[in-house]
């Protein structure tokens, strides 16, 4: 398990469709760097001036989008992670 | 639904009108940015340091006027959106 | 109307004279861009870390002089109107 | 009447002496910026984070040295003012 | 002992496997950085504007990814170490 | 006499001797930037956010060392004198 | 004696070995640069934003790990120093 510190997450990218309109099934580097995923665990938050933590707005299990090119990508018992700051989260779908 | 974080705000445009004076279609490229939107959702406001949140200045249906270029561009369920931080929003309109 | 947000105040410019000593007119291009411009609407002001609102220290009517190319042009209802913040605001005149 | 802002300060250049050593007078591309000025009004004060205004150090009349190339230029009434950041003065003379 | 200081911590690298899936061996220059260590230290924490001390959320023993390329690589008594800020480290495993 | 404001101090550079080890006088541009300075005022300390101020830790006589580069040239009755913050000073000597 | 204001620090440096393992005396430049140093006085700490002072979390007599080209040389008596902030040493030895 991954435990990100402060006001992190780790999430899953959900892949966006590999296809194009007319079916071509397109290499890797053609396709658009997905911006949304799931999130599969989250920090305790951010330690504010006076002391006190302030919980995450997003919690386990959201589906969100993100910033392109945000984060850092982390391989860990061979499924890919990308670690992100809650500031680099758009919104959350749903 | 998209559900923005914090101190930002989701915006759909509100396109210019596509022709010139003369009444000639413009190509995309040809046509200014927009800078006009329509708030669809906005974020629970941002943290200040003693603890407390700050409630944002716009409301769910509010016309605006936004930066140039600021925000991000997300695609949901086939329609396209912006999502800005309040500080991108220059006046509402009304 | 504008109305705009927190810090931000709407002028309207007050052109420079368009003649030159001599009583030449000058192309747009050849005046110098003009500093001074006169407050449509002001904002609530910015919220500080403690919670209040600082109230702007310049008022709907005042006669301003502002740092050059500081601010963004929007056009409303066929007037241009410039957005700035308080603190591009060098002085008030009167 | 120019009322500058917050910890923004109006002053009027003193002109460093015209002539060199030898007596010869310069063109204006070869005299030094004057770094010199007398106060002619002053803004009320920058905002603490707490709400508190801080009173300037400096005092209408008071003839200051301040950084070079730092303020801006205005022209009011036909007299070349200087607008600084109480920050860019250096010290009082006196 | 290296005693790391604030919101530092000490470090010892986990390297990556040394052999690629076909078993041969890389040069080192082929490696991929190593993201992953071991904590053998960490700092009092760092002082809060309030004066208050914010303890670490890592712990000596924990085994966390950090960010590639962050830190200060130093050689105490023929070990090499990675000095860390905590805000360098994006999660702890386990 | 010279009053520098806030945090600021006001020092007479002291020279660094002019000769090398073997006797020979060298050109000013050959001389390494001199670092020590005698103060002769200083401001009256800045303002934190709770509106306090806090007050220098150099005092007028100090034999000080400070950052090469730093501070502003100024000549005042023929003397010159360098205008620093307080952040540039290293050390007091004594 | 050299007095460091605030959060700074003095130390001597601690040189490396000068000679490679197999005993040959290198050049100056080819010396790696000495991270580690021996402090010799130390500030009175920084001034938080609410008026207290941090007292630093190194003691005269610590033999401490700083980074690399950090801090300011200075020489006085005919001794070379390093005078660096407190911020800039990572860890205590010992």
């Keep these: 398990m991954l435990r990100p510190l402060g006001d992190r997450i780790v999430i ?8 194009t ?3 071509i099934v397109l ?3 053609a396709k ?3 911006q ?7 920090g305790t938050g951010r330690v504010l001036e006076n002391g006190t933590r302030v919980e995450l707005d ?4 959201d ?4 910033s392109k090119y945000s984060g850092t990508e982390v391989k860990y018992e061979n499924t890919e992670y990308l670690i992100l700051r809650e500031s680099d989260v758009l919104a ?3």
Aim: aromatic share 2%.
């Design 27 to 29: 290499p890797d580097s």
């Design 12 to 19: 899953e990218l959900i892949e966006a469709e590999e296809k």
């Design 63 to 66: 589906r969100i989008i993100f």
């Design 92 to 94: 959350v779908i749903g």
């Design 21 to 23: 309109a007319s079916g």
């Design 36 to 42: 949304e995923g799931k999130v599969v665990a989250v």
């Design 32 to 34: 658009e760097k997905p």
């Design 58 to 61: 997003v919690n386990e299990g």
